[in-house]
């Protein structure tokens, strides 16, 4: 889910509910403490299974609560996650999420008693392993905290403001937001279980076959809250898991055809490298330099993946921690169930042949090598180059130094970019629009040399589904170079932890002798960025 903004009058912003997926992506410490816990838990199982640890000795034991420690005591890392998101002070946060598993809270739990609070009753919950009850209390912090900051008297502001959230939060959490939290959270990991106990193959069929298109658009985060509850609530997760999985070996197996079966060199290269990282978790080389560029090879990963995911789903396979979907992570598959890691191996088998012969069958619209007349001297060189200018005023950077893969391995085409200093993003050439995105943070485009171009606004800005991005134009308008593509809102997008540099691709590099980019440093709106030859 992503956090939903109340607009008034076009130009006021607030905060509404900050259940935000960003609080769960990998980039955030909270996924390798649960990592760390169900890796734990898989080495336990291992050890347990070759004898090496007796399940009655305190080896056992001791390894056994280490490991739990990051699911029991997910209310804090939340809470600390959400502080951070939302601005909020992390270390009050914590308190909020420590005092509901405060050992004298558990003790009521226990005992049954009623407990009134204020003379309010307080409905008697264990909160270890929630998640949404953290979330929700920190929302409340964030509107608190300032209150709090702007009644408190300067000079003794440092004892009043925390002591005065504390005051509101920790009440209103108990009576209210808890309980409130704790039947979402539930609610949502009962319906994931009961899908997985009615029709426990549908989920991961579906996700195997649109995983790539949950990727491109970036929905496969809003899956993220259901799943950290699914792990805390009954240990292991099927909503995304195998599917995932199944998915990511697909794009391997799609990529690796191509590679064996296209005469392009160029394209051989390509395929090989991104059919070796998709097969080990990493699938945007893949998806987006060879299957989504040659359409077919994506439908036999669509395919392939429905399969693999039915076959998971059909013998209740499921995952037990969170890691990268590859071969590298198939470890989170170990659990008390032996047959749960062959069924796995078995699902992504079944996935990698399908997708392989089909991408073989369907084939694919070959890029043909193409031997352009060279003529020789600098001179000649300089008749055939192309200018392209900067988007905006910025600082021009090597594609290489983006904290993009994708973007600075090459795969999706050489270039340059440039870090904006406002949200303004104009053509770098005349030609024609082949597509703008849906989500608006990139524009395709053509120039009447046959270069084709992408011109691509920030770093995961597909994630804000288009908020924040205007197109100004539209799928094919001929422009002519300086007219204006985009306009974002840099300082909005920015405060939501986004980097907004831009990417200029030469998606069609390999037409072409080379891409020269022109400088690094300052650059204003239309000074050369690079030249093709």
Known sequence: MRTIQLYISGSYQRRFFPIDTENFTPSTPIIPALIAGGMLKALL????????????????????????????????????????????????????????????FTSLVAAEDPVHFFGLPVTLISYGSSVIPSILSVWLMSYVEPLADKISPKPIKFLSKPLITILIVAPVTFIVLGPLGYTIGTGLAAGADYLNQNVGWLVPTLMGAFMPLLVMTGMHWSFTPVIVQSYATYGSEAIMGPGS??????????????????????????????????????????????????????????????????????????????????????????????????????????????????????????????????????????????????????????????????????????????????????????????????????????DENGAEFLIHIGIDTVKLDGKYFTAMVKDGDVVKKGELLVQFDKEAAEAEGYDMTIAVLVTNTQEFLDVIPAKTGEIKEQETLFTIV
């Open 245 to 446: 999985f199944v998915s990511n070996i697909c794009q391997g197996a799609a990529s690796l055809a191509v590679a064996v079966k296209t005469k392009n060199r160029e394209l051989r290269q390509v395929a090989s490298s991104a059919g070796i990282t998709a097969l080990l978790g990493v699938t945007e080389p893949a998806m987006f330099g060879v299957t989504l560029r040659l359409k077919k090879p994506l439908y036999a990963v669509m395919i392939g993946g429905a399969c693999g995911g039915l076959y998971a789903g059909l013998n209740g396979v499921v995952r037990y921690t969170s890691g990268t979907p590859g071969l590298a992570s198939f470890a989170v598959f170990i659990g008390e169930n032996p047959m749960n890691i062959v069924h796995a191996f078995i699902s992504v088998g079944i996935g990698f042949v399908i997708t392989f012969i089909l991408t073989w069958i369907l084939g694919f619209e070959d890029v043909q090598e193409t031997a352009k007349p060279v003529k020789k001297g600098a001179a000649a060189a300089l008749e055939q180059r192309i200018e392209v200018s900067s988007p905006a005023d910025g600082k021009e950077i090597r594609l290489e130094e983006m904290k993009d893969e994708t973007f600075a391995s090459g795969v999706l085409g050489k270039g340059a970019a440039v870090i904006p200093v406002n949200g303004r993003v104009s053509a770098p050439v005349s030609g024609k629009i082949i597509s703008v995105f849906p989500t608006k943070h990139a524009v395709s485009m053509v």
């Open 45 to 104: 199982t291992l050890l347990t299974f070759f004898k090496l640890v007796d399940s009655a000795s305190q080896n056992y034991y001791m390894i056994n609560f280490i490991a739990d420690a990051a699911f029991y005591f997910l209310p804090v890392l939340v809470a600390v996650s959400a502080a951070h998101k939302l601005k909020c002070n992390p270390y009050i946060a914590a308190v909020i999420g420590a005092a509901l598993l405060h050992p004298n």
